[in-house]
């Protein structure tokens, strides 16, 4: 281990932070939907899709649905065609392994209707290692950030056209912005002589 | 047979180290060629690759590579209380400091509900418009040098640096300022500074005057770009285009107009939004943008003139630190000091969107707290990052000499992109 480290070119906080353990004490307040009138949730009622969302939140004055992942795709395209939705604004993805939540990421798709000049959240929360479907079809927005989020959670999209790493290099090993992925550590590169500098 | 034997001959014309990759594709005929164009390119603004694949001169598929840049700011934000981070959004897009600042801000103040002073607000407006100047100045200039009009890049250049001594006046820093904090701004302008300020505003309309003299009625100008790079409103949704490209796309959607934030509801301008979408009608918006910055601008300073004295950082305690003042003669004020550059505040569970339209477009910060003094997850959207998905849907069938002016028109910045 230590020759490991050593020539990783670990110091001890980079060490500290790699074994650093996260504490599951976090409780998500479950939303409710009870006396939410929204229209998106209207026109996904009369599409009959009203049970696949499933959550609500108001995240600081923006409403936030979470929706089951197999109806992800018709709720989009309820909201793009139907509620007026027009612009992706971002999509991005949360891994949530300090919370006791059930799931473990969320897929986030920030909308944001040009007419109407307001915003919507719809997410997915996904188990680990479960494949979301691709909205590439309903926001051809999305084709970059779903293979942000394949490169930077490692959440598969079913369905995409070109799922591939975009920012990391194609022969990277894990994905960087999940929780349990330490900051600092990785192997430096020209590393032969680190051993002889050391016990200069 | 024949033709492999004249393909050999031709790659033996290229010096040793430059290979290019060549294709037939025997049902059409047709002899494409693949080119990296980057990383290291000088009009791919940064460090963009690009993989060309041509026919002859023309574009058949473009595939940008991006990452180069990559830095893992949202990881290294995660890890910094709410306070340090700040310092990382001027990193980001390393053109547009300010505009990621106030997003930033506007993220974190709604997670710890705090109201901020008026004249922070309109401070605020003023230097988010200057960054927007500033930016467009660099914009401007080497969008021209890639076209090949190369003295209105020495004359921009004049005028940004004139903006970064106004922030060096005002904080010591030239770019990485982090002068917009949550709360409000970090301090007061110095003594002299809004002269310093006047000072660029009565030069710039006769600047504008000069580059539009430069290069509005040029026409090298014209036939570089009239008709480049069309990109019609449907596509530019369809990439997730935001801020000056789309509007030069025909879609009349500005943030400072449609969502007011910092109080921009209080000031008259207008947005300039294009018709035809090409190279020049993006030239257009964006000139116009300048003169209507301009207008803001003073608006802002005779608001800002209006209140001297007036604070410009929230006194609420939470997430302001004690007057200097007080430390000298409170022992309360010193450890509260102490903790709150230290530990920092904790805002209460929740999540927070900060979005300002900066100079390429709508900027995001989407903040999770999970009570900490650290951000739990943040969330960058850089505008640029969409805007470059356009790129390939806007080369598809051009010539290789405009994909330059292509991704000059479309302004994007590599730090943003990457973050």
Redesign the interface.
Known sequence: MVDADVRLGLSGSDLAIRNKTFHSALTMTPGTLEGISHRFLRVVAEHGLQESVVDFQDCNGIPSFTVNADAVEACLRIAKENNGYDLLSDCFGVDRLGFSTPHRFEVVYSLYSIAHADRIIVRVALLLDEPCPSAADVYPATVWPEREIYDMFGVEFTGHPDLRRILMPDDWVGHPLRKDFPLGGEEVEFSHNVREQESK | MQSSDLMSERSTTFPAGIEVERHHDSESGADTMTINMGPSHPSTHGVLRLVLELDGENVVRCTPH??YL?T?I???ME?LSYYKALVLTDREDYLSNLCNNLAYSLAVE??VDVVIPEKSQVLRVLLNELERIASHMLWLGTHALDIGAMSVFFYTWQDRDLILEIKEHMSGVRTKTSWICPGGLRGDMPSGWYERVESFLNQFPKRMEMYEGLLSNNPIWLERTRGVGVLTPQDA????L?GPSLRASG?A?DLRK??PYSGYEQYEFDIAVGQYGDVLDRYRVRMEELRQSYEICRQAMKRALAMPGAPVRTNDRKIAPPPKAELDTSMEALIHHFKLFTEGYHPP?????GVVEGPRG?K?Y?V?S??SNRP??V?I?GPS??NL?ALPKMCEGRLVADVVAMIGSIDIVLGDI?R
Not at chain 2, 237 to 240: K, Q, S
Not at chain 2, 349 to 353: F, I, P, Q, T, Y
């Open positions: 991006i990452g990559h893992g949202e990881k290294t890890n709604q997670l949704l369809d990439a997730g935001t879609v959607w449609s969502n569970v929740g999540e927070a969107l709508e995001a989407y999770i999970d009570g739990y997850r969330r959207k990052f969409y998905q990457d």
